[in-house]
């Protein structure tokens, strides 16, 4: 289990967990933490049912078309 010290707010590894902000390294961790920590679990749920109204509020928009050599990826 990670140590709580480890972060300034005891719930905000679980908030990044939420909110898609971590490495693969971290999210990988955190998922194990997930499973082994009834407790982060709960943390990382009530974070879940916090922010998902916020996707409510997002109008989604469509990109501007851009030239293709603007596009190109390389």
Do not use: H, N
Request: glycine share 4%; hydrophobic share 45%.
């Amino acid at each position: 289990m990670t140590d709580p010290t480890d972060f300034p707010f005891p719930d905000e590894r679980a908030a990044e967990y939420a909110l898609g902000v971590l490495t693969a390294e971290e999210r990988a961790a955190a998922e194990r933490r997930i499973k082994a920590d009834s407790g982060f679990a709960d943390q990382v749920a009530d974070w879940d049912a916090r922010l998902a109204p916020m996707i409510d509020a997002v109008v989604p928009v469509t990109p501007p078309r851009c030239r293709p050599a603007a596009c190109a990826i390389g």
